[in-house]
C-alpha cells in the first residue's frame, strides 16, 4: 500500500500544566500583602504555601498570626499546633498559642504556654508580660506586677510592659501608681490615645473628675474609636481596664 505522505500541519502536543508560583514567591506576597493591609489575600498566599509544603512554618506562623489579629481565635490556634508540631520549641507558635487561649479565658492553658516559653528563652520580655496578664487576670496583681517590673528593669521605657503594669494596679484599685504608670508611657509616646485614656479612668476614682474630663475628650479626638473599642475589650476580658490587644500581637506579626 502506498505510504500516505507526511502532513505539513504540526503535530499537536499535549498542554503543558501552568507552573504553580515558587514558595519563596509566595512568602514574599504574603508578607508584601500584609504591609498594605490586605490580610485575606496574605492569607490566601500562605495557604497556598502550605498546599505545596504542609510543614512549612513560615506561613503556618503567619496564618497563625493573621488569624489572631482577627479574632478567630481558634481557627489560629489549629495553624499555632501545626507549626507546633513541626518544630515543639518555636517562641513564635508558643506565644501565639497563648494568646488565644488568654482570649479564650483559658488562663491555665495560657499560663503553660508562657512559662514554656521562658524555659526555653527566661528572658522573653514578651512571655513574662503575658504570664503577668495572666496573673492579672486571675486577679493576683502582686505576681503581675512582679512580672512586669522583670522586663521594665531591663528596659524600664518598656511601653507595652508599663501599660499592662498601669492597668493591673487601676484594677486593684491603685489608681495613683497607675496615673504615674500611664505617664510614664506618655512620657516614651504621648500620642498613645489609650494611656491617655485610661489614666483619665483612674484620676476619675482619684476624684480628679476636671483633668479626667479633659484627658478622656483629648483620648476621644485622637481615637474617636477608643470608648468603644474599649467597652468591646471589656466584653472580651471582662476587665474594667484594658490592655492594648495590638500590643499584644505586635511582636509575633510577621514583619
Do not use: W
Amino acid at each position: 500500500m502506498p505510504q500516505e505522505a507526511p502532513s505539513s500541519q504540526p503535530k499537536e502536543t499535549a498542554a503543558q500544566p501552568v507552573a504553580k508560583p515558587a514558595v519563596a514567591e509566595l512568602l514574599a506576597k504574603g508578607s508584601g500583602l500584609e504591609k498594605e493591609g490586605r490580610n485575606d489575600g496574605a492569607l490566601a498566599a500562605y495557604r497556598m504555601v502550605l498546599d505545596a509544603e504542609p510543614r512549612n512554618n513560615v506561613a503556618l506562623e503567619a496564618c497563625g498570626a493573621i488569624l489572631l489579629g482577627k479574632k478567630q481565635y481558634r481557627d489560629a490556634m489549629h495553624y499555632f499546633y501545626r507549626a507546633l508540631d513541626a518544630d515543639s520549641e518555636s517562641v513564635f507558635s508558643l506565644n501565639g498559642l497563648g494568646l488565644c487561649f488568654l482570649k479564650l479565658e483559658r488562663l491555665s492553658d495560657a499560663m503553660g504556654c508562657f512559662s514554656r516559653i521562658l524555659e526555653i528563652e527566661p528572658d522573653n520580655a514578651n512571655a513574662l508580660i503575658n504570664k503577668g496578664i495572666v496573673f492579672k487576670e486571675q486577679d493576683r496583681t502582686e505576681d503581675a506586677v512582679l512580672f512586669f517590673d522583670k522586663v521594665l528593669k531591663t528596659n524600664p521605657r518598656d511601653e507595652y510592659a508599663l501599660m499592662s503594669k498601669g492597668n493591673a494596679l487601676a484594677e486593684a484599685r491603685n489608681f495613683e501608681d497607675a496615673v504615674e504608670c500611664f505617664d510614664l508611657a506618655l512620657s516614651i509616646n504621648q500620642n498613645n490615645a489609650l494611656a491617655i485614656y485610661n489614666k483619665a479612668q483612674a484620676l476619675k476614682n482619684l476624684g480628679r473628675q476636671k483633668e479626667a474630663a479633659e484627658l478622656e475628650a483629648a483620648a476621644i479626638r485622637m481615637d474617636p474609636g477608643i470608648k468603644d473599642e474599649i467597652t468591646r475589650k471589656k466584653e472580651d476580658l471582662k476587665t474594667g481596664l484594658v490592655s492594648d490587644v495590638r500590643g499584644l500581637i505586635k511582636a509575633f506579626m510577621p514583619k
